[in-house]
């Protein structure tokens, strides 16, 4: 009888480690700002062993961040939960479910964003070519297998800068509008071309003299789909309690599951130009790349994200 309780208990016991291993997240790491001498170290509960954070990592009750010298950290939590800044003076900090958060539509796309960082934990391994001494050919940016916005339409392509270009866009009716003779730089859709229809999928080309044509294609997004992005970015410029370069990660994540691939771009972009060894912001500009097949600029964002980690 004893042997049988102990071994009950033995049992419950690994029961309930296993249930806190398996908890679902409460929180993600979405920044890591080092200004000077520094680092940043995690616990995971029931472990006894500090280690390097991964960029967007997810948290769980009970694991630790620790921070030392002139670094901050700042923590997303689920549901509406807003942010946490842990730095040395705070340090450690331990992970726990809020005790509530923001209902209504902040709720809802704060969960979005955290199923959606929850997939891009970690970044895929990439053989990258060499290319020296190679003239790079002509290559599509945007738009790129992506959904658009009407008002936010524009065509880039990467190139040599002494080629000319042209830009062709085609229907399901056939070429709707083109241009020729143009240089390498960003061409917006004219308001004076035909108007392009919501719901519609069109292709467009690029050509350039010796080079193969250079073809993508992009979906309009429907009236009501742009009405609901953009109140859903509304509300993120207008939530309380997030720090701001949360918000840029949490608006990429709001553009990428929208099938918004080209504004995740452009909104990723400027926020690593403005901080380029911001770890978290480089791992989400490589997912986003990967998604439409920039896989060079990719392992390039992958690589500068592990780097800025060291």
């Given at each position: ?118 997939g891009k934990q970690d970044a895929p391994k990439y053989r990258k070519l060499s290319t020296r001494g190679l003239t790079r050919p002509p290559l599509i940016i945007s738009p790129r297998h992506t959904r658009v916005l009407l008002t936010h339409l524009r065509f880039e392509w990467d190139g040599g800068d002494r080629l000319r270009y042209a ?144």
């Amino acid at each position: 009888m004893k042997r049988t309780i102990a071994w009950l208990a033995a049992l419950g016991a690994l029961s309930l480690s296993g249930a806190a291993w398996a908890a679902d997240p409460v929180a993600y790491i979405t920044e890591i700002q080092k200004k000077g001498a520094g680092e940043v170290r995690v616990k995971v509960a029931g472990e006894s062993e500090w280690q390097v954070p991964r960029p967007l990592l997810a948290l769980r009750p009970g694991d630790q961040l620790q921070v030392q010298g002139d670094v901050r950290v700042v923590v997303l939590f689920h549901a509406g939960g807003g942010t946490k800044t842990v730095t040395a003076a705070n340090s450690p900090f331990t992970v726990a479910a809020p005790a509530g958060g923001g209902g209504g539509e902040l709720k809802t796309i704060t969960g979005s964003v955290s199923q959606f960082l929850l997939g891009k934990q970690d970044a895929p391994k990439y053989r990258k070519l060499s290319t020296r001494g190679l003239t790079r050919p002509p290559l599509i940016i945007s738009p790129r297998h992506t959904r658009v916005l009407l008002t936010h339409l524009r065509f880039e392509w990467d190139g040599g800068d002494r080629l000319r270009y042209a830009v062709r866009v085609v229907g399901p009716q056939g070429t709707v509008w083109q241009q020729r003779d143009l240089p390498r730089q960003p061409v917006g859709y004219p308001a004076t071309a035909p108007p392009l229809t919501p719901g519609l999928t069109y292709h467009w080309e690029l050509e350039t003299p010796g080079h193969p044509v250079e073809r993508s294609q992009f979906e309009v997004l429907s009236e009501a789909g742009a009405a609901r992005v953009h109140d859903a970015l509304a509300a993120l410029d207008h939530a309380e309690g997030y720090s701001p370069g949360t918000l840029v990660v949490m608006r990429t994540a709001l553009l990428f599951e929208e099938g918004l691939y080209d504004e995740a771009r452009r909104q990723i972009e400027a926020a690593v130009e403005a901080q380029p060894d911001e770890p978290n912001l480089r791992l989400l500009q490589g997912h986003v790349y990967q998604r439409i097949g920039l896989n060079e600029k990719a392992a390039d964002a992958f690589d500068l994200s592990a780097k800025a980690m060291r």
